[in-house]
């Protein structure tokens, strides 16, 4: 047997002996309708966002968002809103069917199946057509889930009480507010009635709910009759004793400062103080 006899060498024309350096391809022969993705595409996407977001933060800059009153938890009365992405989901949990004992059908299961579909559209849909017209499946899930959602956007903005919201959340000037004297019986009475609820732990008001009770033009007796009989569409919630109404209507007219300067019926003792 001679030395090598058997064996054979075999070479690889996939593996180049030479390391040729990166460089994109020659796209000249297809002017117009493709590039490079890098650093041609790439660069061009980074400088349209780039122009975007200066511009998203000068607007926030300009007009800064707008703020509500503090919250308060024991505001019953105050409808929330979302933020504007957000309304076609809350103008869906209007409606019967997905609303009440159907809050899951509204919440879950509706929105589920129409993120679901729009997620599995490209494994439903792999036709290589670029044109909308020649992609059935595909343009028809996009095109309903853009139409619902601006339908449902719009529904809710058109049914929203625009003022009542405003009112509600209407922020008062600190001139105006006054921190009330919570360490006082009449304070624990305004508590234990309820009217906290309404009015608000400052008697600033809590909106639709119930309006703000500083510089009311009520005297003494005139509030006590009030918080027993109501007045409007506020009812007559009061049924403590006598004293404690007595106590009540005092803290109220004083603003909650009875140590202090008060307002409604007591402003006329003021003046005739001061005449004297």
């Known amino acids: 047997m001679h030395r090598g006899k058997g064996m054979r060498f075999v070479g690889d024309s996939r593996v180049p002996a030479d390391r040729k350096p990166n460089i994109p391809k020659d796209y000249s022969e297809y002017p117009g309708k493709t590039e490079a993705f890098w650093p041609n595409f790439l660069l061009r996407e980074w400088m349209v966002g780039a122009v975007f977001l200066i511009g998203y933060l000068c607007l926030t800059i300009a ?10 938890p024991t505001d019953s009365g105050y409808i929330p809103l979302p933020d504007w992405y957000f309304l076609f989901l809350y103008q869906l949990l209007k409606y019967e069917f997905a609303a009440g004992a159907y809050t899951v059908v509204g919440a879950v299961i509706i929105p589920g199946l129409a993120f679901g579909a729009l997620l599995l559209a490209p494994w439903l849909d792999t036709g290589k057509e670029r044109r909308a017209s020649r992609r059935p499946i595909a343009s028809a899930m996009m095109f309903l ?13 058109d049914q929203h009480d625009w003022e009542a919201a405003a009112e509600q959340g209407e922020m008062m000037d600190e001139d105006d507010l006054v921190d009330i004297v919570e360490d006082h019986e009449g304070y624990d009475i305004y508590v234990e009635q309820g009217c906290i609820g309404c009015h608000g732990d400052q008697m600033e008001g809590a909106g639709a709910a119930g309006p703000d009770l500083y510089d009311v033009p009520y005297d003494v007796d005139q509030i006590a009759e009030i918080a027993v009989e109501g007045i409007g569409e506020m009812p007559g919630v009061f049924d403590g004793s006598d004293e404690e109404l007595e106590i009540l209507a005092e803290y109220i007219a004083a603003n909650g400062q009875p140590d202090g300067e008060g307002n409604g019926g007591d402003d006329e003792d003021d003046e005739e103080e001061e005449e004297e």
């Open 63 to 72: 007009h800064p968002a707008p703020l509500e009153r503090v919250a308060d």
């Open 145 to 157: 889930g853009v139409i619902a959602t601006i339908y449902l956007t719009w529904e809710s903005v």
